[in-house]
């Protein structure tokens, strides 16, 4: 979140406690916020499409309960995206005592480490520095595998032994990132894949807001809000996460796949922005955006592919950026603007797809990646054209192929080639540009492409494929 305004103008604790400033616990500070902007009508969760009814409330009941709170869903449903927005519900600025020797950002009027309580106690109000600390700092998250409890917790510090600080003393410590974002968010992701070890310090830090650090109990309250992300196959799963610490949890916000396709379709126009505008513009036909929302469904729904894995909404951007960079490079070569994505430049999805997909490999039967992405797509293209055109229209076009007409397209032949070609085709032809009126060459080639590739899928012509382009006949 980008700074809206200028820290404030406090720069000793003395000015500070006379500003009226009042110190507040982070759960407090975010539930004081968040009933700011609810009484004020204002958009709580900017940006995130389709959990209106299912996901935020939970998320809104979590705050107001002072819970810590953990994720739980499949890959590519926004967990992520959702826990750092939290930072919106802390105050813009908070202080903190400014000296070089702290390693957290101490609250001026009430430090937890024992040398902010000395600074504190020995010094006047006015000898003692603070500086203001940002929201958009506040946050910090880790990647569970691999993470080692030094990262996350502390570890004893060898340097300071050897200068005679005690083991056991706070001093001795080279605090993690938990610690350090005393007074802010931290979140874990994947959290069943945490050793038992590092679960054990979070039940500490839930439990008893202490650090225990090779056996030594340093207690100092930290004030911390922690999230966690997981998905339910693993987390559900007995052994992967120890009971003590489900336990402590506040509360589960279970995330989900859009319900509806036009959910996902709005969350790809939210996402890819001004992607498509530029130099070479790039007009995307409703249809085309159905087809790229209806590929990540069918592979949702496939059984070919591991249901718990999931598929990522990444999958859908992943592929219309794709589609879109195949359209602007065919605008590019032929001076088209804008370009319009056609059923051809789908055939480049195989570079933004394989390896996204997990498969079940019970159910595939020896089928590759690229086989089962196939099949996707033609049930995609099935469909989504089964929606547009009714059964006695796709009569009267196949026809048109039984006495006798080719009609060749490829991702890089000219829009104007398109024209060309269907001049000699009967006027039944003209029911296929109502998938998306226009008079654009370039619309109407797409318009071509998505009818022969609609009537091909429910075998009503045929195709034959080679280096590149596609023939459709009888």
Excluded at 182 to 198: C, K, Q, S, T, Y
Excluded at 305 to 330: E, K, P, W
């Amino acid at each position: 979140m980008n700074t809206a305004t200028a820290a404030p103008s406090s720069t000793t604790l003395r000015e500070l406690l006379d500003s009226g400033w009042e110190s507040k616990s982070v759960k407090r500070e975010m539930r004081d916020n968040f009933m700011r902007q609810l009484a004020a009508g204002e958009e709580l969760f900017p940006g995130i499409v389709g959990y209106e009814d299912t996901v935020i409330p939970d998320i809104n009941l979590a705050i107001l309960a002072g819970h810590d709170m953990l994720f739980l869903g499949e890959k590519g449903q926004a967990k992520s995206r959702i826990m750092r927005m939290l930072t919106r519900f802390l105050d813009e600025w908070v202080p903190y005592i400014d000296h070089p020797d702290l390693a957290v950002h101490e609250d001026p009027t009430a430090p937890v480490t024992s040398l902010g309580r000395r600074l504190v106690a020995e010094h006047d109000p006015e000898d003692i520095k603070i500086a203001w600390w940002h929201r958009s700092d506040r946050y910090a998250e880790r990647l569970s595998p691999g993470t080692k409890f030094a990262d996350i917790i502390g570890e004893i510090d060898p340097a300071k032994l050897t200068g005679g600080v005690s083991m056991s003393a706070e001093e001795a410590l080279s605090f993690g990132l938990i610690p350090r974002l005393h007074r802010g968010i931290f979140a874990m992701n994947e959290l069943p894949e945490l050793d038992d070890l590092v679960q054990v310090g979070l039940f500490n830090i839930l439990e008893e807001r202490d650090v225990q650090i090779r056996g030594y109990p340093i207690r100092f309250d930290l004030d911390i809000v922690i999230l966690f992300s997981a998905n339910p196959s693993t987390y559900n799963r007995s052994g992967k996460v120890i009971p003590q610490l489900k336990d402590r949890i506040g509360t589960i916000v279970q995330t989900h796949y859009p319900t509806e396709r036009d959910q996902g379709i709005e969350i790809l126009r939210q996402e890819v922005g001004a992607d498509l505008e530029g130099e070479y513009p790039v007009e995307v036909p409703y249809f085309m955006y159905q087809l790229i929302e209806e590929i990540t469904n069918q592979a949702r729904r496939s059984k070919f592919i591991d249901h718990a894995s999931g598929v990522s909404a990444r999958f859908s951007l992943a592929n219309f950026r794709t589609m879109v960079a195949s359209a602007r490079q065919r605008g590019i070569l032929h001076n088209e603007r804008p370009a319009v994505p056609r059923i051809s430049d789908l055939g480049h999805l195989y570079a933004s797809s394989l390896g996204k997909l997990e498969l079940d490999l019970m159910g595939t039967h020896q089928m590759s990646e690229k086989q089962v992405l196939d099949a996707v797509v033609a049930k995609a293209i099935e469909t989504v054209f089964g929606e547009y055109v009714q059964e006695h229209g796709l009569a009267e076009i196949a026809e048109i192929f039984r006495s006798g007409v080719r009609i060749e397209v490829s991702d890089l032949l000219p829009s104007s080639e398109y024209a060309e070609r269907l001049k000699s085709v009967p006027p039944a032809w003209k029911m296929a540009f109502e998938v998306n009126a226009a008079n654009s060459d370039a619309v109407r080639a797409s318009c071509v492409e998505f009818v022969l590739a609609g009537l091909y899928s429910m075998d009503r012509i045929s195709r034959a494929q080679r280096q590149g382009k596609i023939e459709y006949e009888t």
